[in-house]
């Protein structure tokens, strides 16, 4: 990955028109030409940018071609996009919708930390709140060019199928495509860190800490219920199933999650060996290493991806790599988290498949995946030989094809190419990021923010375009955000209260950990 080349200099940006009202033979209402546009194309190994037109039927690309080819002349939507450079749209590997409406509230804090902070701000949410929190990412990913994103959705305190249709409803809305997996997970929260009597001492945590969760059948019943009702949806929305993460799930949980994502063909997504602490559990809880464990439990193949993977024994690696498993990394929010660096140089050596994410809005803090992108360019410089840095290219293959293989969306979209889904950003190329225009790839990953957006294509349908979201009222949708998040505060003062009982005994539990990691490849 990683190679680039660049055929032409594109001239300026040009407008929309609209043509004709009926149809040449074979040529759809729904059709759209993008005309002589500046491609990122893959070709091999390499990405280049070459002057092309994309024709876009029914949602699909069809063709790129040479831009002296012109335009049918009536029944096709053509976009001069000469001085536009057009893109795969991102996909955003890991996210987690509920704590959009949390941004902010929690303090820079290790994992087990910021996550009293973050449970307790996203309890009892209305239908209403998890709809407007998915709608807020939503609207800040589409604004980035990322067009698909996989939903980590924590309902809380217990899965809830209402919720969830919520949630699926507002990408419906908003026009973005989708996977969305329901967390489930069925330890009590003392239960999933490796916390002992001397940590806990006299301290009563038994409000918070000791709630018991729904069993696991009936979590699974639940999930298994939206995706019945949501996978395949309006063709944008698909369903997956979310394990918490091995700590937080039985044996029992983790196999009818398995058993589900099989049944039903549906991505197996868990958070997987973040934390230091998550590794020590792994050895008290199995006698080995978490992902040995995984492996003999049979809930690791081709449709299982894991967020983080940091904390990994020596063979791991390779053992992901038979399996075929995906890895998702979120390089901000794991140095945000303090929770250390994924060894993404040594996954792609040995051929795991790996996509970026951004995580939660809470702890990274943002939804915008080409800041993530840039960090996975350049935080591994800082070990390693040079030859293993990650390129510009190698960031943009990993935030489209990658993201969109990991996320079970792989032969749906994340490329330029006929036979994908129009999921398309374009970007304007008289911005700063990109003049002079050098190097299309290196400045976009390295030097854009996503203030270069232009429009924004998602199934052949504009969804962004003039500076703002066509397909909803985005200053309604942050009136009211702001509105749910300072009343959520408020209401949920006594779960704050009661979940930081938990803060003493994790930090004895982290001084106690500090010298107990002998081994690990992290």
């Known amino acids: 990955m990683g190679g680039f080349s660049r055929a032409a200099e594109p001239a300026t940006v040009g407008t929309v028109r609209g043509c004709g009202s009926s149809a040449p033979e074979n040529v759809e209402m729904t059709s759209l030409w993008l005309e002589n546009a500046l491609c990122l194309l893959q070709e091999g190994d390499a990405w280049s940018a070459r002057p092309r037109s994309v024709e876009i039927v029914d949602g699909t690309i069809v063709a790129i071609h040479d831009p002296a080819m012109l335009p049918p002349t009536s029944g096709v939507e053509v976009i001069q996009a000469n001085g536009l450079l057009a893109v795969p749209g991102f996909v955003n590997a890991h996210s987690h919708s509920p704590d959009n409406l949390i941004r902010g509230s929690a303090p820079n804090l290790p994992l087990e930390l910021w996550s009293l902070h973050s449970a307790a701000g996203r309890n009892d949410r209305t239908e209403r709140e998890a709809y407007i929190a998915a709608m807020l990412g939503a609207i800040e990913m589409l604004r980035c060019g990322t067009t698909g994103v996989l939903d980590h959705v924590r309902i809380s305190p217990d899965i809830e199928g209402a919720r969830l249709d919520a949630v699926a409803s507002a990408y419906r809305d908003i026009g973005m495509r989708a996977v969305v997996a329901p967390i489930v997970a069925d330890r009590v929260v003392a239960d999933t860190m490796p916390l002992t009597a001397e940590d806990l001492g006299d301290i ?6 000791r709630r018991a969760p729904l069993p696991a059948a009936e979590q699974i019943a639940i999930a298994e219920g939206f995706a019945a009702a949501w996978d395949g949806r309006d063709g944008r929305i698909t369903t997956g199933i979310g394990p918490s993460a091995p700590q937080r799930c039985t044996d029992e949980l983790l196999e009818l999650a398995a058993d589900l994502s099989a049944r039903r063909a549906l991505t197996l997504h868990m958070h997987l060996l973040e934390t230091r602490a998550q590794r020590a ?39 992901l790599a038979r399996a075929g498993a995906g890895v998702v990394h979120n390089p901000v929010s794991n140095a945000r988290l303090g929770s250390g660096v994924c060894p993404l140089p040594r996954y792609l050596s040995a051929g795991v498949r790996i996509g970026l994410g951004t995580d939660s809005a809470c702890c990274n803090d943002s939804n915008n995946l080409l800041e993530t992108a840039k960090w996975a360019t350049l935080l591994h410089n800082l070990e390693g030989e040079d030859a293993d840095w990650i390129s510009p290219g190698t960031a943009l293959e990993l935030i489209t094809g990658g993201s969109a293989d990991v996320t079970g969306l792989g032969t749906v979209t994340g490329r330029l190419a006929p036979g994908f889904r129009a999921d398309v950003t374009l970007f304007r190329l008289a911005s700063p990021a990109f003049v002079p225009l050098i190097d299309p790839v290196r400045q976009l990953i390295q030097a854009e923010n996503g203030a270069a957006v232009e429009r924004v294509i998602v199934d052949g349908r504009t969804v962004y375009a003039d500076g703002r979201i066509t397909t909803v009222d985005e200053a309604a949708i942050w009136a009211e955000a702001a509105e749910l ?9 006594e ?28």
């Open 485 to 493: 998040a300072e009343r959520r505060l408020h209401d949920n003062a």
């Open 495 to 522: 779960t704050y209260r009661q979940a930081a009982a938990l803060e003493v005994p994790i930090r004895r539990m982290y001084r106690r950990l500090a010298t107990e990691h002998e081994g690990c490849v992290h």
């Open 204 to 209: 009563d945590i038994a409000a918070y800490g």
């Open 281 to 319: 559990l792994g050895f008290e809880r199995y006698g080995k290493g978490t992902i040995a464990h995984l492996i003999e439990l049979g809930v690791v193949g081709p449709r299982t991806t894991f967020a983080h993977a940091i904390w990994i024994e020596p063979g791991d690696i390779e053992r």
